[in-house]
Nanobody, 121 residues
C-alpha cells in the first residue's frame, strides 16, 4: 500500500506565498517522477510542475518564475513553493508519484487526495 499525503494548502491573498508538501510512504522500491497537478472548478486537471529522480524539472508556462518544485529523494518527499500567487491559481492541488514496488515490477502512478489552495483578490 502506497500513500501520498499532502499538506500546506490554505487561503492567501493575491501576491502572497504558500508552500505545499507531499510525503510518499508504503511499499516503495523507487520513485521516478514526483509532481504537482491542479484542478480548478469546472476545469480539467492540469500539470503544475514535475521533478524526476535526477532533479530535472518541468513547469507549466503559467507558473514559471513563480513556483519552485523541490524533492528529497531520501525522504520520498516533494514540495512546491508558490510565490506571487494569483486568483487564477485557485484550485485543488494533487501530489503525483510514478514509482515501482520492486525491481521486477513496472511503474505505477499514485495520487494524493488533494489540498485546496484559494487565492483571494
Amino acid at each position: 500500500q502506497v500513500q501520498l499525503v499532502e499538506s500546506g494548502g490554505g487561503l492567501v491573498q493575491a501576491g502572497g506565498s504558500l508552500r505545499l508538501s507531499c510525503a510518499a510512504s508504503g511499499s516503495i522500491f523507487s520513485i521516478n517522477a514526483m509532481g504537482w497537478y491542479r484542478q480548478a472548478p469546472a476545469k480539467q486537471r492540469e500539470l503544475v510542475a514535475t521533478v524526476n529522480s535526477g532533479g530535472s524539472t518541468n513547469y507549466a508556462d503559467s507558473v514559471k518564475g513563480r513556483f519552485t518544485i523541490s524533492r528529497d529523494n531520501a525522504k520520498n518527499t516533494v514540495s512546491l513553493q508558490m510565490n506571487s500567487l494569483k486568483p487564477e491559481d485557485t484550485a485543488v492541488y494533487y501530489c503525483n508519484a510514478v514509482l515501482t514496488y520492486s525491481p521486477k515490477m513496472g511503474q505505477y502512478e499514485h495520487w494524493g487526495r488533494g489540498t485546496q489552495v484559494t487565492v483571494s483578490s
